[in-house]
Every structure is written in C-alpha cells, then in structure tokens.
C-alpha cells in the first residue's frame, strides 16, 4: 500500500535534523576522505566538498530532464554518493514522465518498487501510471482508485480522464455502479486541463445528454474545439506532413454535420492518426499483447478497447459499448470511437460490396414481389 503524503512530504529538509543533513554529517563523519569521483589521494577532493543539499539539488534537475529512466538509472549509477542521494524524494519528485515510463516488457519487482517510492515522493506521474498499472493489470481496483485519485486531485489530465471512463463504464463494479454526473464533471476537469480527448468526450456527453443536461450546439461547440485543438498541435508537430496530408487539391469538406473530427475535413495527418500513446496506455497495450486478458469464469468474453493506442480491457463482461453497426469493435469512451473511426474503422465496418449485395439482393425481393402480385391479379 503506498503511504499517502502531503504536498510538502518531498520538500527538502534544511534543519540540521533533517534527511540531508544526517546525510551530510554521517558522510563527515566516515572522515575517511575518499571519493568515488575524481577524488584519489587522502585529502578531500572538490566532489567530496560539495553540500549533500548541493548534490540533490543537481540530481533533481537531471531527473527532471532525463529522457527515459536508463538516462536516470546511468546518472545514478556514476559514484556510490549518486546511489545515495538519488533516492531522495525531491529527486523522485520530480523525475520526468519519461524518467517513471516504465515498459510492460521491462515489469520487476525493481520496477514497482521505484514506480511505489517515486509516487510516496509526489510524483504525479508515477502515481497514475501506477495505479492504471494496479487497477487494470493486477486488478487491484482499491489501490489503483487511490492512486488514480491521488493524481487526480493534483490536476493530472490523464488521471482525470481515466477516473471519467472508470465513472462512465462502472469499471470494477456491477452494471448499476456507473455514475455518469460524475464522469462527466471529471470530464469537464480535464478538459480544463487541456485534455483533447477529455474535451471530445464531454462533447459527445452534451449532445447526447448523457451524464449531462443535452444541448446539440453546446455538444458541436465542444468538439469543434476539440477539432481546432488537434488542428493547432497537427500544424505545430507536423509540419510538412501536415501540408502534405490536406492534400493537393486543398480541399477540406466536411462530409456531414455530425463528428467534428479533423479527419472529417479530409485531413488524415499523424497527429489524430498515429499520435504517441501515453505510457500508461503503451504498458497496457504491451502488457496483454502476450498476457491472458482475464482468469476465471467468462473470462473468454471480456475485450480491449479496439482504439490501438487506448490499452483499456474491460473489467467485467459487455462493459465498453459496441459498434452499432457492426457490432465487431467495442470502445471504452466516445472518444476513443470517434477517433477510431475515421482513421480506420470507417473502411471496414461495413464495405460497399456488403451494401451493395444487399442492395441488388432488396432489388430482387422487390421484383419478385412485384411479379407475384401481378400472377395473383390476373388469376380468374
């Protein structure tokens, strides 16, 4: 069970009772005048003089900028003192989400424990990606709640978002256990918070009043905000590929009035397409890529969300919602079926040969009929 701590529990202790400076005064008073780095000789060298508090603060900032955790492992592992120090909770603290994106494939015991002292440090990142890791891989549904919770009262839009579907679908609880007022205020956060995908769902909660007073121009407002957010962050990281995608002709026509996606427009560009996934959906995804979804009774008819780049797998049987149409692809989230289908579901949900063999085959029943009728008119 992770320890719950204040905002201040990873501050650094200035006192002279404080971590750092027990840490300082037992280093002073080894006395021995070694050094795992540069120091060589009996004297102490200019490494050994530094302030514990000196160090930390140092380490805290390679943490903050490290790109993956081996960046922060290796800057650990240069001098025992490193090893030492790099345990404290402000550098844990603030370690940078690629720094705690821990790989399903890289999963140990040596993982959790850092993912567990880098939430008890304050991490907010670490602590949603533990608790997706803990309520949906380990199906420890408390623990993950109150790390997602943790998170989430901290601001994260990621954990808001995820709190929102868990709410939306009663994640973990019978059918009756869904709360959509409060997946739709937890919605509304992290759209607050920048969250697109939080934004699109809320706007398909307006439209369809589901969780939410309906309104059919405050649902379209909100997705053609949604669409303007994956336009702006399209145009900044695409770049030539964007052009690229609008085409030669340049002409962008919206198909219909319904789903304000940016590929609606004819736009097809990475961004909405093929746009990174976050580490917790990534360690989901990779997790039951070579794992059984479930064990037990009727485990066989539990899914993942068919968005690739989502990772969610159902907690009970019939939870996400199915395609009405095809009833082929299930979805945890409006989002993730809005955006699902324009990039890749569109083509094969329902393909024109289907439509047209049934069309040629309600041609031929209505001939049929047609001729019937006339045999039966002109019979004496």
Known sequence: MVAKRGAGACALSWDEEGEVSRGEKRRRADGDGSSDVGGGGGGMGAFDALHDELVVSILADVAASAGSPADLAAAMLTCRRFR?????????????????????????????????????AGNVEASYLLGMIMFYCFENRKLGAELLGAAARRGHGEALYSMAIIQFNGSGLPKDGRNLQAGAQLCARAASRGHNDALRELGHCVSDGYGVRRSLSGGRRLLIQANFRELCAAVANGGARFAAALGRSGECKPPGPHMCLLSDYGCHVAGAAGRRAHAANAFLAGWYASRPLASGAGAAALRMCSQPTCGRPETRKHEFRRCSVCSGVIYCSRACQALHWKVAHKSACVPMAHWLVAANAGAGNAVGAAAAAAAQMAMP
């Open 84 to 120: 030492e120090l790099g345990k404290h909770g402000l550098v844990l603290a603030r370690a940078s989400p690629s720094a705690v994106a821990v790989r399903a494939a890289a999963w140990c015991d040596d993982a959790h424990r850092f993912l567990v002292r880098c939430a008890e």
